[in-house]
Nanobody, 119 residues
């Protein structure tokens, strides 16, 4: 299983970016998908998650600014980021919890994509 992210980059404060993450390979049923971020010297923290049924969860710091969505037919999750702030600067990682042949959920991670917000 591979998760391939795209859409990161450099943007000015107040701008927008859209991240995408596509899962490929020998994929079983995908449970939750999500995005996490990690700034230098910090731990990896939750940004947002979305279940297979579409239930979403957001970190308080991004509520009202970020929107997570997914296309189950394409095994793809998106993160629309609006009104970006310098504090949003980090490497963003895609996560997918995928059922294996035994029905166990296995976590997979993308390689990360850099988001830099200038003031």
């Amino acid at each position: 299983v591979q998760l391939v992210e795209s859409g990161g980059g450099l943007v000015q404060a107040g701008g927008s970016l859209r991240l995408s993450c596509a899962a490929s390979g020998n994929i079983g049923d995908i449970n939750a998908m999500g995005w996490y971020y990690q700034a230098p010297g910090d731990q990896r923290d939750l940004v947002a998650t979305i279940t297979a049924g579409g239930t979403t969860n957001y970190a308080d710091s991004v509520k009202g600014r970020f929107t997570i969505s997914r296309d189950n037919a394409k095994n793809t999750v998106y993160l629309q980021m609006n009104n970006l702030k310098p504090d949003d600067t980090a490497v963003y990682y895609c996560n997918a919890n995928i059922l294996d042949a035994y029905g166990l959920g296995i976590d997979y991670w993308g390689q990360g994509t850099q988001v830099t917000v200038s003031s």
